[in-house]
């Protein structure tokens, strides 16, 4: 606790986005629980509640026992490990996932089949605040963002990654569901760090 709490009080003192998440109300227990059941009965691909997205993949996470995965391949009908490098350094041939939406949302509008150059991120969370870090190169001039998937995945087939909020499977598996985003439900798409050429969008 004590560690968590002198974390929290660096951190706070660094150029960071942050979020912090509500208690849920009834309203919102009834928005997000008919939008998931829509997700999973494949009745509808895209989120349709009163409330940002990132609240939603927040309950879901939070009570479904499940994480996400954001990606910009549209039908992923089975997820295979692959060689990838974990947040601490650390190579595996794993499948990632995540425990926060923010996070995941960023790998899924970014448009990485265009970018190049270096694209750093970091989310840390701690028992009150959640903070993120997103940077790319300055001088890149190519359309920075477009439209993704985010998949739902099933918690328990996952272990700790090489930080609290990534996560790793070692064997395929299917999604539970999948939903389509945009660009727009990233909500820390105009305040990048490091930056990017500020006459794109």
């Known amino acids: 606790m004590l560690k968590e709490k002198l974390q929290q009080f660096f951190l706070d003192r660094l150029a960071f986005s942050t979020m ?3 208690a849920f109300t009834n ?26 997205l990132h609240f939603f993949l927040y309950y879901i996470i939070e009570n479904k026992n499940c994480l996400v995965h ?15 490098t974990l947040a601490n350094g650390t190579p595996v041939t794993a499948i990632f996932a995540s425990s926060d939406g ?7 509008v970014i448009n990485r089949t ?8 970091l989310c840390v969370l701690t028992e009150k605040k959640r ?16 439209e993704g998937t985010i998949y739902i995945l099933p918690r328990a087939a996952f272990i700790q ?8 499977a070692e064997q395929p598996l299917p999604p539970i569901a999948k939903l389509k985003v945009t660009p727009d439900d990233f909500i820390f798409r105009s305040i990048m760090k490091g930056l990017f050429r500020r006459d794109k969008k």
């Open 27 to 52: 309203d919102m227990y009834d928005d997000f629980e008919k939008a998931y059941h829509q997700l999973q009965t494949g009745e509808s691909e895209s989120y349709q509640g009163a409330y940002p």
């Open 161 to 168: 990654g090489g930080s609290k909020a990534e996560w790793i």
């Open 114 to 121: 265009a970018y190049k150059g270096t694209l750093k991120n």
């Open 102 to 108: 923010l996070w995941s949302l960023f790998f899924a």
């Open 70 to 84: 954001g990606s910009k391949q549209p039908n992923i009908g089975m997820f295979e490990p692959r060689e990838q």
């Open 131 to 146: 903070y993120y870090y997103f940077s790319l190169n300055r001088d890149w001039s190519g359309e920075l963002w477009s």
């Open 20 to 22: 912090t998440y509500p």
